[in-house]
């Protein structure tokens, strides 16, 4: 089992770019959560996909957009690349929606730096 | 709202020393409380979780910590600190409707001195 991967690892961009991040979650998971960790924070959630849905969404503006394909992957997108998007973005895979007893595994993320 | 408090941004300990790590939460019900490590170039991973039941929790790697309604408290400890231990870790409250959802404090830094 591969656990979650993302992809890429790395990543530069130019400010007003486009971005798309990707993740695939763990086997048996069929939920998808992003977060977004800027240097010397901890990581802050950007939106949950569950059965190609975006079913919850903290504080970010509509520039982060996301997609959930039926093999339960997902992406990433934030248009209009700031500097301040800069960080580490990480992807956890989980099952059902956050039900309880259930464990959330992270990915080792995507670092996205805007230049 | 939830939010999670780390007093401390860097902590260094000797090999062998114990540790203990602060966590602060603000939340209006029974949380469900979270530990995680992180490592340079690594994801994260979870040491050990509460959410009912014994107030002390027992996690991988050798780390505990003790859930206190009275001090709004969720602090880690390990009695003795190996080397491969460096690395920050994150406290974090789960969210009461979607047990994955997380809000992660700061992080704490730990350093272990040869």
């Known amino acids: 089992d591969a656990g979650v991967t993302q992809s890429p690892t790395h990543l530069i961009k130019t400010r007003g770019q486009q971005v798309t991040l990707r993740c695939s979650p763990k086997s048996g998971h069929d939920t998808v959560s992003w977060y977004q960790q800027a240097l010397g924070q901890g990581p802050q959630f950007i939106f949950q996909y569950y059965e190609e849905e975006e079913r919850q969404r903290g504080n970010f503006p509509d520039r982060f957009s996301g997609h959930q394909f039926p093999n339960y992957s997902s992406e990433l997108n934030v248009n209009a690349l700031l500097l301040g998007d800069s960080a580490l973005y990480l992807c956890a895979s989980s099952w059902g929606q956050g039900a309880m007893n259930t464990e959330a595994f992270f990915g080792q993320g995507t670092r996205l730096t805007v230049v | 709202a939830q939010s999670v408090t780390q007093p401390d941004i860097h902590i260094t300990v000797s090999e062998g020393a114990s540790l203990e790590l602060r966590c602060n939460y603000s939340?209006?019900?029974?949380?469900?409380l979270f530990w995680y490590v992180q490592s340079p170039g690594q994801g994260l991973q979870l040491l050990l979780k509460y959410f009912s039941g014994d107030t002390l929790v027992q996690g991988i790697k050798g780390f505990e910590a003790e859930f206190k309604r009275s001090q709004s408290s969720f602090n880690l400890r390990k009695p003795s600190v190996h080397w491969s231990d460096a690395a920050e870790y994150f406290c974090a409250v789960g969210d009461l409707y979607n047990f994955n959802k997380f809000y992660f404090g700061s992080g704490t830094k730990l350093n272990v001195k040869p």
């Open positions: 939340y209006g019900a029974t949380p469900y």
